[in-house]
């Protein structure tokens, strides 16, 4: 072989591979490191076909435990238990040890949850859309991906569909950190007689995006929420201060309809981006970077305790002067922390509110349960909403 055609030969090898130096012992470790991958990715492989097979028996389990029962008002077994999924995401992030992250340690083993349960019974979800809101996002990021999300044009519709059965559990936002509660939510539960079964807290990161056909010196129109416009209007302001702002349902619809029109933008979330098959233009446009939504997840059942809990109670209270220091007032001697408290009126009698009151907790707690036990007498009416864990992620 030439001298030529050696070096040529080396340098071939080295475009195919130009990870590799031609240190050999650069090259025989690189080789071994990948091996060692390929033997752990295997081990990982069965470790999780393990799961899954496990996931199925207590699938088996449960369906035979309500068979033995032999209550026809309970023929239907549960297979999602929040409090349980909840402390098995806590032991994973208290138990990593890095390089990744807890919380992206955690969203690993989210996903593997969601696909061991999709085996155990594929669960329907509703959600507050169109597709590609951060609704959405909250739902895949409670649920994950292997879960069936449905979208719905309102809020009554997610309530509707959940309490005919129609959809297992439902996802509706609650409150914003900068723009408020969500008072459609709220008013849900004055006619409904769901639970609150768990909660999601999403960062809120706001995307300026365009679409593949976009003339980006020519936009002359940006759609988005109402909401997503306010938490943008700072940097809107000084980038694009003469461009018109057009508010719509949602920040899906705002990315959908970029498809038709040239000239516009849309500012959503990172879900719309993949949906829509769209462009960041800029990225992280809030003007508040801590921005954050919280989510409720709406369903039927009552849920055990997970050890970091929260109660949420709606209260009716008489029409007199300082009601709502009486109703306070047992929460402080029993030692309860109110972490939120919102007034609705109470349709539809005029002049009268009801105060949903979030705290620290759960109702087989006994200094809860005795808080809301000395409420009781002071008001017209306590309901409990639910109690359901923290969120983790």
Known sequence: MSEQSAEQKRQDSKSANPDISDNSNDKERLNQLRQDIDSI????????????????????????????????????????????????????????????????????????MS????????????????????????????????????????????????????????????????????????????????KIIGEVELPIHQNFLVAEHTKVDSISRIYSHQQSLAQCRHWLDVNYPNVERVAVSSNGEAARRLKNEWHSAAIAGDVAVAEYDLHKLYSNIEDNPSNTTRFLIIGHEAIAPSGQDKTSIVVSAHDKAGALIEILKPLSYHG????????????????????????????????????????????????????????VL
């Open 336 to 391: 309860v922390s109110m972490t939120s408290i919102e007034t609705r009126p109470e349709r539809p009698n005029k002049w009268a509110y009801v105060f949903f009151i979030d705290m620290d907790g759960h109702i087989d707690s006994p200094n809860v349960s005795a808080a809301i036990a000395d409420i009781r007498p002071l008001v017209k009416d306590v309901r409990i909403l639910g109690s359901y864990p923290k969120a």
């Open 41 to 112: 990715d295997t081990q990982i492989h069965t470790l999780i076909n393990n799961r899954a097979k496990l996931a199925q028996q207590v699938a088996v389990v449960k369906k035979q435990h309500v068979a033995d029962s032999g209550n026809s008002s309970d023929s239907n077994p549960i297979f999602y238990r929040p409090e349980r999924e909840a402390q098995v995401l806590k032991a994973v992030m208290a138990r990593n040890e890095g390089p990744i992250s807890d919380e992206k340690m955690a969203r690993l083993f989210r996903e593997i």
């Open 115 to 194: 696909v061991c349960l999709d085996l155990e019974a594929p669960q329907r979800i509703a959600f507050l859309g169109p597709v590609g809101t951060f609704t959405h996002a909250a739902a895949l990021k409670h649920f994950g991906k292997a879960a069936d999300t449905v979208p719905l044009t309102t809020i009554t519709d997610v309530f509707r569909e959940v309490e005919a059965g129609t959809a297992m559990y439902g996802v509706v936002p609650v409150e914003n950190s900068s723009e408020g509660v969500v008072n459609h939510t709220l008013d849900g539960f004055l006619s409904s007689s769901l």
